[in-house]
């Protein structure tokens, strides 16, 4: 069963808006929370990340949100801009070992 | 500085054949792993490492193999390739284990018939 979940494959938002992406865990162990950006035929990228001790953590455009009560994490891009058109993927971090969610296809139409 | 490489970029092999997935960092990163994609499950954990001659199972690690004799380099085994190992395989590595972000290669695409 997978211990991170996505369950919005895909998000549309106009340019300029702001887009949220959602994330769900359910194992309370988890201490470290990352969001990677992924294009097409490229591998992940790092975007932004938050330690389980904080419950938010901004990086210009990029808002990263952590409700542990709830087990939910989310990511804020404000405004958005059709080049963040990407899968994101949330990830969390126990012990050496990171899991990631199933990943949103953010489109931004101009 | 080339980050993490992955050869080859494309791979088609036969049910049964062996062959080995290679992954190289020149970040002197203690940490790196391995993680197959497939549709709708995201990225899974096959294995990682800690450090040189240190490896343990992540997720998703029968039918596979690692190895970890240098720093830079963490190669991953296919004993005997099957249909169900189709999928994108990225490495991955970072300063160290944990709290730090993960640098990606950019992915081997395996087919199996």
Redesign the interface.
Known sequence: D?Q?K?NS?SLSVQEGRISILNCDYTNSMFD?F?W?KKYP??????LI?I?SIKDKNEDGRFTVFLNKSAKHLSLHIVPSQPGDSAVY?C?A?NF????????TKLNVKP | NAGVTQTPKFQVLKTGQSMTLQCAQDMNHEYMSWYRQDPGMGLRLIHYSVGAGITDQGEVPNGYNVSRSTTEDFPLRLLSAAPSQTSVYFCASSASSGYNEQFFGPGTRLTVL
């Open positions: 997978q991170v996505q494959p470290y990352l990677y035929a490229e591998g992940p990228t790092f990340s330690s993927f990830a971090y050496n070992k990171f899991y990631f969610g199933s990943g």
